[in-house]
C-alpha cells in the first residue's frame, strides 16, 4: 500500500499483469496515489513464472469461465469485503487493473457476493479479459486502437464488444503494440478517470 492519507469513503485496488517484478506493481500504485492526490492505494501482486508460463496460464484463465480461484483473487475479495464493512453504504472501491491483471480482476468479481460487486467501479487498461458492467457498479475497459492483448481478448469474447472504449495511441506511443502500462494513451486517461473518482459521488 502507499499514499499519505485515507478517505473513508474511498478505496483504490489496483491489479498489474503478467510478467512482472513486485518492484513494478509497487512503482504503478504509487503513479495512481499520486493521481489522486496521495490516497492510500492497495497493490495485488500477481508472482511471476516468466513470461512464457504467464501467458499459457493467462490464455487458460482469460476463459468467460474459470473456476479455480488464484491467490490475486482472494486478496482482492479480502480487500473488498475489509471497505464494505468499514465505508460508508453508499461508498464504492475503485478498482484498477491492467493487462493479465483485468482476467484477476474480472474472475474475482465473478465470484465475489453481488453486494461487494455493487459497490465497485472498475477501470480496467490493456485488457486481457473484458469486465462486463455487470459485473460492478459502473465499468470501463479501454484498449488503444494499437494494442493487440484487448483485440486478442475480443475474439474470446466478442458480445462484449460494445464494453469496450477504443482510444487513439498517443502519437509518442508504439506504432506496433500500444500495450505499455506507461503508455500516454493510457495513463492520460487514468489520471483523468482518478481525478473525477476522488471528486464524485457515486
Not at 483523468?192 to 471528486?199: A, N, S
Request: charged share 20%.
Amino acid at each position: 500500500m502507499t499514499g499519505f492519507y485515507g478517505a473513508l469513503d474511498k478505496k483504490i485496488i489496483y491489479i498489474h499483469g503478467i510478467n512482472s517484478p513486485i518492484e513494478r506493481t509497487e512503482y504503478c500504485i504509487q503513479k495512481i496515489s499520486d493521481y489522486a492526490g496521495g490516497q492510500k492505494t492497495t497493490g495485488i501482486y500477481n508472482p511471476t513464472n516468466g513470461a512464457y508460463r504467464d501467458g499459457f496460464e493467462y490464455s487458460e484463465r482469460a476463459k468467460p469461465v474459470f473456476l479455480i480461484r488464484s491467490q490475486a483473487e482472494k486478496e482482492l475479495s479480502y480487500h473488498l469485503t475489509s471497505f464494505h464493512l468499514t465505508a460508508p453504504p453508499s461508498a464504492k472501491a475503485l478498482l484498477i487493473s491492467y493487462s493479465g491483471g483485468t482476467t484477476e480482476a474480472r474472475n474475482g468479481l465473478y465470484s465475489s457476493l453481488p453486494i461487494l460487486r455493487y459497490r465497485t467501479l472498475s477501470v480496467a487498461l490493456a485488457p486481457s479479459a473484458i469486465i462486463p458492467d455487470n459485473l460492478c457498479y459502473l465499468s470501463w475497459n479501454y484498449a488503444s486502437k494499437n494494442d493487440l492483448v484487448p483485440k486478442y481478448a475480443l475474439k474470446m469474447t466478442p458480445w462484449l464488444a460494445n464494453q469496450v472504449t477504443f482510444l487513439d495511441p498517443h502519437p509518442t506511443a508504439s506504432k506496433w503494440n500500444d500495450h505499455d502500462w506507461d503508455s500516454r494513451t493510457y495513463q492520460i486517461q487514468l489520471a483523468e478517470d482518478v481525478g473525477i473518482y476522488m471528486k464524485r459521488t457515486y
